[in-house]
């Protein structure tokens, strides 16, 4: 897993924010209509386009005859049961292209969550930093190393769950790199406050989650911590909603929407 999101993130850094992070408008519409695009020619390329056509032809015919046979209700019933048919056929044929395009989209859906999605956190804040620790492993010996203009506000606060969490102050705006320690296990974790629009460090795990958060590394599958976080601000996206969700809805819709509009001049069969 650290291989691939090495991999997608040398890929993605670079052509995601040619203009940098200022112009999320710029990339949260490209790049969705870039993927729908591509899906549809991956589509086209994968399918079984005449079956699709049959399978809808099919469907169309049979949903024709329940209209005009409605009186009788056996000749219902058997063109029912074969619209449900051909409908089974056509989402069969369409289960192996969306096997074959899932891992790419899902790949460009997570970088532009992680460059668009979040905020750095406010200058003056005072976040919290939680650590989870590895199944079997106690949080009363961890450790917090911190550079210097970061402070510990508070902490460490060991929970029952196995969790010990500390409060930050940055006496500066920046990106500041602390270090988690237990025993001989060291991690580090990246918290950026203030400054300009850049790819924020969320959260750092060696759970499949890490996928889902390429700002940094996973940790190691033999980590004596499971999770290393910060909760921060949403990004405000202008004509976007905020944060997560708004990158996910624009995907969504033009991805969609792009490969919808396109389909027939594109020869598609859908």
Do not use: C
């Amino acid at each position: 897993m650290t291989s691939l999101i090495a991999f997608l993130n040398t890929v993605f850094d670079v052509i995601l924010a040619p203009f940098g992070h200022r112009l999320a408008a710029f990339d949260l519409l490209i790049w969705p209509v870039a993927a729908g695009i591509a899906a549809l020619l991956v589509y086209k390329k994968v399918s079984n386009q005449k079956g699709i056509a049959a399978a809808k032809n099919g469907i169309q015919v049979h949903l024709l005859e329940i209209v005009l046979y409605k009186d009788d209700l056996v000749g219902v019933l058997v063109s029912t049961a074969r619209a449900m048919a051909q409908n089974g056929l056509y989402l069969g044929y369409n289960l192996g292209p969306a096997v074959v395009m899932m891992p790419p989209m899902t790949a460009v859906l997570v970088e532009l969550v992680a460059h668009y999605a979040y905020a750095p956190l406010p200058a003056d804040a005072t976040p919290l930093l939680e650590v989870t620790m590895a199944p079997g492993r106690a949080s009363k010996d961890v450790t917090l190393d911190v550079p210097k203009g970061l402070t510990v506000d508070a902490g460490p606060v060991a929970t029952p769950d196995g969790m010990a969490v500390w409060r930050l102050k940055a006496d500066a705006p920046g990106d500041y790199v602390v270090t988690v320690k237990d025993g001989a296990d060291a991690e580090s974790k990246t918290i950026a406050f203030g400054g300009e629009p850049r790819k924020i460090p969320v959260q750092r795990t060696n759970t499949w989650e890490a996928i889902l958060y390429p700002a940094e590394a996973p940790l190691p599958s033999d980590s004596a911590f499971q999770t290393i976080s910060t909760k921060v601000p949403n990004r405000e996206l202008t004509f976007f909603p905020d944060g997560e969700d708004g990158v996910l809805g624009w995907f969504f819709l033009f991805s969609l929407g792009s490969g919808f509009l396109l389909s027939k001049p594109l020869g598609v069969e859908l």
